[in-house]
């Protein structure tokens, strides 16, 4: 059975998903390392890029997935806490002469004719490497009296780069033109200390952009504080932001460091920033201009290194040009601005996001598949809450399956106004 007759049928882009009781993806890799965040990061990658794979911490644990799930790939690290690697390797070269084996350390194994799909792993393991490594520099100095961390400008190993336009971003699913294009955006803004302002609907993954970028930035080994603006009260906001000290307000018991200063070193993602009350627009554009805070009821002023990611679901200069934002703060944020395409507008990845969250939703649960009546109707759907609402009727959808192994289209449920 192919997939997405219905997706197919919007885009034109041949979705080569099979779908059917074996699941979404058909091919399966294992993926052997001690490291967990490396392991994560391939997992998610190759997840988008339509492989089934199989985790293992060590070389035994690797040769029963090989031995039980068949699979078309193994990735191996360049250390196995059990087994030594260049053994190992000639072992399943012997055992498994149909595998397609990849070696981290580019060992001798890794040689061999350079298939498209070798070439795919390949490129998933540099760039699932290149994101577990920061390479800031990091200096401690005394700020208002607390030593802190600084950050300095990082020099990394991997520099992005505008014409590589084939490199995605692990954790974000999609392949499309649109996905594409944010992903060399991400890249070349990622490494600088801009200010960046993610627009886009709500559900796009502009949050997960944020952490790219955090990620990807000379920050990642930092903390990523998230602050969002409309979900504190106007009241507490200015307090929650810059901090207080003890008696500055009534009820203020104690003196407070503010979400700003604890992200010192670090990226402050403040999330639907357009709610942000016009008196605080003020006070956050001054510190976003010197870099400089006073807590509440406090004269004395504070240094804070801290990259600022605003995102926005509402059309900020137009609610700069309706005098409802600062124009001033709006020009500030939007040094580089980046905009989330919504799921209409990349129905091709659908087949792809599909099965990635079928892929997570597995790991919980005995893994489903989608028919492909099912894929069809979320083909036609409209997708108003865009990825998160996706994610929802899929993991419905699985809980009215049963312990049928597949999705049907009944068990997809969907809001009845806003079919495309
Ligand atoms: N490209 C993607 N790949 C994988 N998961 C995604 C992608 N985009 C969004 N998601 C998932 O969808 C959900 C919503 O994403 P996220 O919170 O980043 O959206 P948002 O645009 O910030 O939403 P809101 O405007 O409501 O704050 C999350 O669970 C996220 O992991």
């Known amino acids: 059975m192919i997939a997405g007759q219905g997706v197919m049928g919007r885009t034109g882009a041949r979705p080569e998903l099979m779908v059917g009781r074996e699941g979404l993806a058909a091919r399966t890799v294992v993926v052997a390392s001690v490291d967990a965040g490396l392991r994560e990061r391939l997992r998610r990658s190759l997840t988008g890029l339509r492989w089934q794979v199989r985790e293992a911490s060590g070389g035994a644990e690797a040769m029963a997935h090989l031995e039980m799930a068949r699979p078309e790939a193994l990735l191996l690290d360049s250390w196995l806490p059990d087994l030594e690697v260049g053994e190992f390797a000639g072992q399943i070269r012997l055992l498994y002469p149909g595998v397609d084996l990849i070696r981290a350390d580019g060992g001798a194994e890794s040689g061999g004719v350079r298939s498209p799909r070798r070439n795919e792993l390949l490129h998933a393991l540099r760039e699932a490497q290149d994101g577990g490594i920061s390479d800031a520099v990091q200096e401690r100095v005394m700020i208002g009296g607390v030593e802190r961390v600084l950050v300095e400008e990082p020099v990394r190993r991997v520099v992005a780069s505008a014409s590589d336009d084939g490199v995605l971003i692990p954790e974000m699913v999609g392949r499309s033109e649109p996905m594409r294009e ?88 403040l999330d639907e920033i357009g709610e942000m009350p016009l008196a605080l627009q003020a006070k956050m554009l001054r510190f976003l201009e010197c870099g400089e805070l006073q807590r509440v009821g406090d004269n004395e002023t504070v240094r804070v290194d801290v990259r600022v990611i605003a995102a926005t679901h509402q059309p900020l200069e137009q609610r700069a040009e309706e005098r409802l934002f600062r124009l001033d703060l709006y020009h500030r944020l939007a040094v580089f601005p980046v905009e989330v395409p919504a799921l209409r507008e990349r129905m091709e990845d659908l087949p792809l996001l599909v099965a990635y969250f079928l892929e997570e939703m597995g790991k919980d649960a005995p893994r489903k598949g989608v028919s492909d009546a099912a894929l069809a109707k979320l083909g036609e759907y409209g997708w108003p809450g865009n990825v998160r609402e996706l994610m929802h009727v899929l993991e419905r959808g699985a809980i009215l399956a049963g312990d049928r192994p597949e999705i049907g289209v009944a068990e997809i449920r969907l809001r009845a106004r806003v079919r495309a």
């Open 182 to 269: 944010l992903a060399r955006l991400i890249r070349l803004v990622a490494p600088r200390s801009a200010t960046v302002l993610i627009e886009g609907e709500t559900g796009t993954g502009k949050e997960v952009v944020a952490k790219a970028l955090h990620r990807l930035g000379g920050r990642a080994g930092k903390s990523f504080t998230v602050l969002n603006c409309a979900a504190i009260p106007e009241t507490l906001l200015e307090a929650e932001l810059f901090g207080h000290t003890r008696g500055a307000f009534t009820g203020a018991v104690q003196s407070r460091t503010g979400r700003i200063e604890a992200a010192h070193g670090g990226t402050l993602f």
